[in-house]
T-cell receptor, first 114, second 108 residues
Framework: DPKIIQKPKYLVAVTGSEKILICEQYLGHNAMYWYRQSAKKPLEFMFSYSYQKLMDNQTASSRFQPQSSKKNHLDLQITALKPDDSATYFC?????????????FGEGSRLIVV | GQQVQQSPASLVLQEGENAELQCNFSTSLNSMQWFYQRPGGSLVSLFYNPSGTKHSGRLTSTTVIKERRSSLHISSSQTTDSGTYLCALDQGGRALIFGTGTTVSVSP
């Protein structure tokens, strides 16, 4: 059974709309992350949270907002969607934040913006 | 420029052949992590390797910090090894920096 659940797996959205990507982890981890993978680009770090607090944000646009309602949840709200936002968004978690911690990834949410 | 470079970009193997995947980095390193990405998306951690050599089944990871490189060796490849192998630089306290990956295709 997957220990990191991402919903939805696939999503088609209209330019200008708003969507929320859901992530729940059942590994008992304290740190959670969002990464983005676009065509022909390396997996790109977006956010990291530790004990529900934002630790690092390398996303330039404020259109991307992480939301952590519980320790094992880290959702990603994306507003004013653009075609360039089309990508697969991966949620990950680790026992603790910082160095030396193995990351565990979810299956990804594939977003297409038309 | 790209801080983590992987080579080759793609590799075609006949089942049973060995392969060596390279990862070179241009910045300071706390450790190197190797991941396998299944066709279709999900990533699986293979190694966390700060230095030296580590083994797991038919896979071997070697990190040489002074030379700013890490390698992943696949021995006796199988069709189930097909997928993309990603290395990621752990700089300590910050996010992992991923390479662009090596896509491996193993035919029977």
């Amino acid at each position: 059974d997957p220990k990191i659940i991402q919903k939805p797996k696939y999503l088609v959205a209209v330019t200008g709309s708003e969507k929320i990507l859901i992530c729940e982890q059942y590994l008992g981890h304290n740190a959670m992350y969002w990464y983005r993978q676009s065509a022909k680009k390396p997996l790109e770090f977006m956010f990291s949270y530790s004990y529900q607090k934002l630790m690092d944000n390398q996303t330039a646009s404020s259109r991307f907002q992480p939301q952590s309602s519980k320790k094992n949840h880290l959702d990603l709200q994306i507003t004013a969607l653009k075609p360039d936002d089309s990508a697969t968004y991966f949620c990950a978690s680790s026992q603790q934040g910082g160095t030396g911690n193995t990351l565990y990834f979810g299956e990804g949410s594939r977003l297409i913006v038309v | 420029g790209q801080q983590v470079q992987q080579s080759p970009a793609s590799l075609v193997l006949q089942e049973g052949e060995n392969a060596e995947l390279q990862c070179n980095f241009s910045t300071s390193l706390n450790s190197m992590q190797w991941f396998y990405q299944r066709p279709g998306g999900s990533l699986v951690s293979l190694f966390y390797n700060p230095s030296g050599t580590k083994h797991s089944g038919r896979l071997t990871s070697t990190t040489v910090i002074k030379e700013r490189r890490s390698s992943l060796h696949i021995s006796s490849s199988q069709t189930t090894d097909s997928g993309t192998y990603l290395c990621a630089l752990d700089q300590g306290g910050r996010a992992l920096i991923f390479g662009t990956g090596t896509t491996v295709s193993v035919s029977p």
